[in-house]
């Protein structure tokens, strides 16, 4: 039912910007929260950002605190992120997740992110 569907990814230069969208148009779509993860080739899922819902409250991951922004905008059924002196280290495919289920005030990251995108590449250059 929900499909999740990010944009923006590309290849930039050390020290350059990004701005990473995440769309439903799924009419009724609801959620506890929707997040941000990346995966660099070798390397496992790693947190980057999420934010909740219909609540106030995100998280930053410790290695894009200070350069990573996340954002939501419940009209548009979208959140984004916003980077900022992005670093070769960030090249990853970036997923966008949603999470439906389980107890409505979990962490962050302990939610169960039950719907993914397809994921959209960031490569950034020395």
């Known amino acids: 039912q929900v499909q999740l569907v990010e944009s923006g990814g590309g290849v930039v230069q050390a020290g350059d910007s990004l701005r990473l969208s995440c769309s439903t148009s799924?009419?009724?779509?609801?959620?506890?929260?929707m997040a941000w993860f990346r995966q660099a080739p070798g390397k496992e899922r790693e947190f980057v950002a999420a934010?909740?819902?219909?609540?106030?409250?995100?998280r930053t991951g410790d290695s894009v605190k200070g350069r990573f922004t996340i954002s939501k905008d419940k009209n548009k059924n979208a959140i984004y992120l916003q980077m900022n002196s992005l670093k070769p280290e960030d090249t990853a495919v970036y997923y966008c997740?949603?999470?439906?289920?389980?107890?409505?005030?979990?962490?962050?990251?302990?939610?169960?992110?039950?719907?993914w995108g397809q994921g959209t590449q960031v490569t950034v250059s020395l």
């Open positions: 934010v909740r819902w219909s609540r106030v409250g995100s």
């Open positions: 799924e009419r009724t779509f609801s959620a506890h929260a």
């Open positions: 997740a949603a999470a439906t289920i389980g107890p409505w005030n979990s962490p962050l990251t302990d939610f169960n992110y039950n719907f």
